[in-house]
């Protein structure tokens, strides 16, 4: 059922990831992207500054895990808790 002024849904409503799981699912993906950036970026900026470093790296990390990863994630996320939830109504005693 839809709100007043609000269009109906084309899609099934599903139950978003609570935001310990978004912020796992995030730490999931920006943690290795950081570590293989900076072993990545080691050789070619022995010389830069911290900041000018972080600043690179932040540049190609960020885009990175809000287009592709943590998107792939929560959908890998959501696949699974729906599964598993099908399971459990298909198996009520377990």
């Known amino acids: 059922m839809t709100q007043p002024g609000q269009a109906p849904s084309l899609w099934p409503s599903r139950t978003r990831a609570s935001i310990h799981v978004r912020a796992a699912l995030t730490w999931l993906a920006i943690f290795p992207l950081v570590a293989i950036g900076l072993t990545a ?3 070619f ?3 830069w500054g911290p900041v000018l470093r972080a ?6 990390v960020v885009p990175l ?4 990863v943590v998107p792939m994630l929560m959908s890998t996320y959501g696949r699974i808790s729906g599964a598993l939830s099908k ?4 198996n009520p005693c377990q």
């Open 41 to 43: 970026m080691a050789p």
């Open 45 to 47: 900026t022995a010389g």
């Open 55 to 60: 600043f690179v790296l932040t540049l190609i």
């Open 65 to 68: 895990a809000v287009y592709l």
């Open 87 to 90: 399971r459990r109504l298909s």
